[in-house]
């Protein structure tokens, strides 16, 4: 490797670029978006039916502890990718998931963390 591409290597590692609050919120709720999509996906509930939730800001408790789990991933900055590890931890490590039941939310996202 010559030193002008280590150098322009340097220089491109060194650029940061502007992100506005605007960007800021974008990639949150994009992020957001996908954890609650990979819950729901990791749970075997439906998309349709955690859509239908958000829309009309359900409130029944299976609603509720839906977003309960994904609100703490999210808090605890756990990547939604993470729970696809979380979910072949629990079908092969919980007694539950041994036993083909399926993890609630709350159930995934505290395997998650204790994976960490």
């Known amino acids: 490797m010559s030193n ?18 605007g960007d800021k919120k974008r990639y949150a709720l994009a992020e957001k978006n996908y954890l609650i999509e990979q819950m729901a996906r990791q749970c075997e509930i439906g998309e349709k039916l955690v859509n239908y939730w958000l829309k009309s800001n359900s409130k029944i408790p299976e609603a509720t502890q839906f977003f309960d789990a994904c609100k703490l991933m999210y808090d605890e900055s756990i990547p939604a990718g993470f729970l696809y590890s979380a979910r072949e931890h629990w079908d092969t490590k919980d007694w539950r998931g041994k036993k083909d039941q399926l993890p609630t939310p709350i159930q995934l996202a505290e395997t998650a963390m204790r994976m960490l």
């Open 4 to 21: 002008q591409t280590a150098d322009s290597n340097d220089k491109y590692l060194e650029w940061v670029a502007p992100v506005s609050e």
